[in-house]
Nanobody, 125 residues
Framework: QVQLVESGGGLVQAGGSLRLSCTASGRTLRSYAMGWFRQAPGKEREFVAAISWSGDRINYADSVKGRFTVSRDNAKNTVYLQMNSLKAEDTAVYYC??????????????????WGQGTQVTVSS
């Protein structure tokens, strides 16, 4: 069992930046691929980015490519999502998730075994 806690969300103006963190407890994150997803009001949860356990494979949604960067520090049991050039349409609750398929940075929510509670990101235009 692994517990995930997201932090770093908040209110930012369009064009600004935020860095989200996802810290795990209970087990080492080295055993998991990690993903970031988001859900806006009235919309389905959507994939944002994912990273394999070693960091050698990374996957991004087209909507965030070139603006967001996912990274991880296994020694700190933490995964990050650096978000730059934020847009109003990035407003959502952001969730991190852990997948036991450690080598596959999947975009499919069903591939993930554990989820955090989410952190709100609001981008004002």
């Amino acid at each position: 069992q692994v517990q995930l806690v997201e932090s770093g969300g908040g209110l930012v103006q369009a064009g600004g930046s935020l860095r989200l963190s996802c810290t795990a407890s209970g087990r080492t994150l080295r055993s998991y691929a990690m993903g970031w997803f988001r859900q806006a009001p009235g919309k389905e949860r959507e994939f944002v980015a994912a990273i394999s356990w070693s960091g050698d494979r990374i996957n991004y949604a087209d909507s965030v490519k070139g603006r967001f960067t996912v990274s991880r520090d296994n020694a700190k049991n933490t995964v990050y999502l650096q978000m730059n050039s934020l847009k109003a349409e990035d407003t959502a609750v952001y969730y991190c998730a852990a997948s036991l398929i450690a080598t596959m940075p999947s975009a499919a929510p069903l591939r993930y075994d554990y989820w955090g509670q989410g952190t709100q990101v609001t981008v004002s235009s």
